[in-house]
């Protein structure tokens, strides 16, 4: 290897908690008021299989974790565009807004007098996601993008119930839809019907042969799509599927591309989720949490989960008092920690810098869709602008070079890159799915597709056998699932 | 703005890719359905958001500002500030899924090594990195039980929260499966061995769902028998709390097929209900029909140690309509805060974090025996540190009246178990003081008295309609 990437990441062989020594003898748990006696415990029910977890010093506890984190990459580490996750860069203030005393020790059972302030900033959020999204009302109950799909089909089957209509017990999604809006529908307990795209949309022959006033219950969409494309025939498709009597849903993952630009509501959408994680900015965390809260149209506004946060004579309340409610969807209030953080999201930047913010984000798209679609290519309306992200095909190199999209993705880890999604959507061969957001500068931008264009012409073995500066080299995933050693009782 | 990059080159980007504005790059969006952000505030700086924030978060009643006795499975416990520091590693937070492994080692070991505790608590093999929170899990468990074994009807304790009905009967729409009630000894608290037979024979039954400790805080003596009371090959799921783990015998031992918890009352923060971590995890022949995300262990191509998501062959990602659930973000993030703070007490620590949760609520309960009035504990089953107190005023109202003597005097009762009466749900923690206790009994003192001639919620025709704690 000649000069190549500068990336290095942190490489220890950090042992396992349970192979730690032990190094302490106790640890704060605080003053008892008074004598602990084992009779409190009935003897059957008391624990005799011993607990395997070592008694280890804070210092070596920290250490531990530190040197895991240094093995991890983040976005404050380096340009993480994989798509469909807007992974931006989410303003620190978040965090210390969210580590307030005045939140974070606030126990969700407390009555409302004890609540006022935190009632108030969901009531507030409840109102501008209503307004960003233009529907009718808002919950901020589901914990997460899915859950808010699912309560979304829940609020569906409820509807179609109120008017007889329970004999409709299909819900259509586009063949390029998140995994999520198929399996959430089917949660639901509805029959999912897909319908083939037709040049990286909706065929309006296919939704009209699919839909029915006997059969759907609703059509699922993410606009714009998952190729980062906004269907123009939106407000057709709306009135296909309410001719029908059916509804409209909006999957809210790429509301990053349309803030200050366009609606759900004013496109003809009935219901809506939003991913508070993504665009209004709660850093991902592993994998979570998240939150999904669910705006509706007035019609479907009695069937929203309970409770709502009201206002009646100037104090906020949790309004249970909604007959027609699916009922519950998620413990308590919903992630109340990602609430308080796009309260301030949406504060710090305002309808302008929001509107900034979606425009950079489609501008950056844009820029590494044209710097890079001579090498990895489309023939998806190749010259149409792209809103939050682009889906390029690596199916030319995978047969001149004999490289794949899985492989680019690996050796662009080397470069301090996290690579993008691939494989998805499934309508795209080879697909790399990237969306770079609007917290990446040029200069990052520019390092990205500097090093997806060298991947390109690198010796094909020296990709496939990437990633070369990791913590670790290539992980066996087969082997994992072959032999699932799940805890460290199965080692 | 500080955070959108670009705005500074946007000229030079749209000459760059031949557009003459950024508008330009909207043209494909029909005016007709053009929508501004008109309603929304005009943007202001950092430090008048922190200001504005806290301004109205002033208006909160915090554990801090109040001796709080409230439970229902979640807990005013420390966390400590090592937890806080090693969540707050931005490598951590900052992270997506570790989709790439090869660069996600840390979260990855991370999540194993929770997975690893929470099997050491529970028994179970398998442990999935995270549901939402308790109450999610719990439905989960619902659907992966009918996967196991068809049938019609999920039995469940009357003694769990109105919340937990509510959620479960949503996470079997769609389904064939129904709930239906194991009643409660009104003496202890408990259901017994003779109404969980009674149940299972009753019906075409596909689970059978046990909370030890259940909504009365009470532990269900009937666990060891449950097994056999529900009949071999009906999935038995069982619900705990974690940290009374640390001193009860795992449920795997009483032959649990799943097992579900509330994750809050280790390493994570009250944050008025969420995020947290809810618990699952199964044995060994049931993990291809879990929902979740798994890691495991495997080698990388040196040979080494790695880690990986596995057996994702079950998720929404790969299935699509036929997963075993819709689940994709979760709270990895909170269940890293549970694994650091499991590792910074170790086994003793966490026993003795039990212990001390155990001893406080008996102080607690010995001190309420002084006020007339009260019967504490209301039910003889033994308790981990959640108790029922009985009262003779309405609840809701006394407890909006202690308030002001800085007490939340706990949770009130009525509206999901009207048979109980006016009663209130009492928890206590680590963090609770013998000053504290005081004051709950001093206030208790006074305010009981001037309630009791209050008209009962059911006689003031407060709705007896379940969902609200």
Sequence with gaps: MTAGPAFRQASYDEPLLNELEESRSDAWTGRPLKEFKPAWIPAALARTTPLTLPDVSEPRVVRHFTRLAQMNFGIDSGPYPLGSCTMKYNPKLNEDVAAMPKFARLHPGAPAAASQGMLEVMHRLQEWLGAISGMHEVTLQPAAGAQGEWTSMLITRAYHASRGEAHRTEVVVPDSAHGTNPASAAMAGFDVVEIKSKDGGVDLDALRAAVSRERTAAFMITNPSTLGLFERKI????????????????????????LGKTNPG?????????????????PHGGGGPGAGPVGVVKELAPFLPVPIVAKRDGRFVLDHDRPQSIGRVKGWWGNAGMFVRAYAYIRLFGRDGLTENTEVAVLNANYVHHRLKGVYTTDIQPDVPRKHETVLSAAKLRDERGIRAADIAKRLLDYGVHAPTVYFPLIVEEALMIEPTETETREALDAVCDALLAIAKEEPELVKSAPHNAAVSRVDEVEAARRPVLTWRDM | MPFAANAAHTAEILKAIGRSSVEELFSDIPVSVRATLDALPEGIGEGEV???????????????????????????RYQPSAVRAIVGRSEFYTAYTPYQAEVSQGMLQALFEYESIVGELTGMDAVNTSMYDGPTALGESARMAMRMKGGDTFLIPRAISAEKKSILRNYLVGTPGRLAEVPFDPKTGQITRAALEAAA?????????????????VLEDVLPEAREAVGEGTPLVVGVDPLAQAVLEPPASWGADIVVGEGQGIGIPLQFGGPTTGIFGCRREHVRKMPGRLIGMTKDRDGRRAFCMTLITREQHIRRQKATSNICTNESLLSLAFAAHAALLGRSGLRRLAETNMANARAMVEALRGVAGVRVPLFSGPYFNEVVAKLPCPAAPLVDACLEDGVVAGHPLARAFPEVGEAVALAATELTTAAGVERLVRSLKVRIPLAAHAPTAAAAGVPAKGGAP
């Design chain 1, 235 to 258: 407000e057709e498709i709306a009135r296909i599927v309410h001719d029908a009597g059916a509804l409209l849903y909006y999957d809210g993952a790429n509301f990053n591309a349309i």
């Design chain 1, 266 to 282: 004013k496109m003809g959408f009935d219901m809506v989720h939003f991913n508070l994680h993504k665009t209004f900015s709660t």
């Design chain 2, 50 to 76: 922190l200001e504005e924030v806290a301004a109205i978060l002033a208006r909160n009643v915090t554990a801090d500002d109040a001796a709080c006795f409230l439970g229902q499975g979640f807990y005013n």
């Design chain 2, 201 to 217: 024979a009753g019906h075409r039954v596909f689970g059978a769902y046990v909370e030890s400790p259940n909504a009365f805080g």
